[in-house]
Nanobody, 122 residues
Framework: QVQLVESGGGFVQAGGSLRLSCTASGRTYNMGWFRQAPGKEREFVAGISWGGGSTYYADSVKGRFTIGRDNAKSAVYLQMMSLKPEDTAVYYC??????????????????WGQGTQVTVSS
């Protein structure tokens, strides 16, 4: 069983930056960040493979967000820059044990954090 705890959310003006952190208890695997805005489905934001050698981003955040991990600390990070009002959502950290390739589907991830709110004002 893996428990994930997110931190670092908050309120920021458009153009600003935030850094989200996710700390895991237990072994972590492929890690992803997802977000869900009110009335919308949960969507993939960024992901990183177990060894950190491969990263994946949604088109909407490419060039603005950077995902990283520190396996020694069982932690994964999401550096968010040039934030836009449309980035406003609850952000979730997730861990997936899938082995073949990469999946951006929420259903592929086995463990989830409780989420942290990010609000970007215009």
């Amino acid at each position: 069983q893996v428990q994930l705890v997110e931190s670092g959310g908050g309120f920021v003006q458009a153009g600003g930056s935030l850094r989200l952190s996710c700390t895991a208890s237990g072994r972590t695997y492929n890690m992803g960040w997802f977000r869900q805005a009110p009335g919308k489905e949960r969507e993939f934001v960024a992901g990183i493979s177990w060894g950190g050698g491969s990263t994946y981003y949604a088109d909407s955040v490419k060039g603005r967000f950077t995902i990283g991990r520190d396996n020694a600390k069982s932690a994964v990070y999401l550096q968010m820059m040039s934030l836009k009002p449309e980035d406003t959502a609850v952000y979730y950290c997730a861990s997936g044990t899938f082995r073949a390739g990469w999946s951006a589907l929420p259903s592929a991830f086995d463990y989830w954090g409780q989420g942290t709110q990010v609000t970007v004002s215009s």
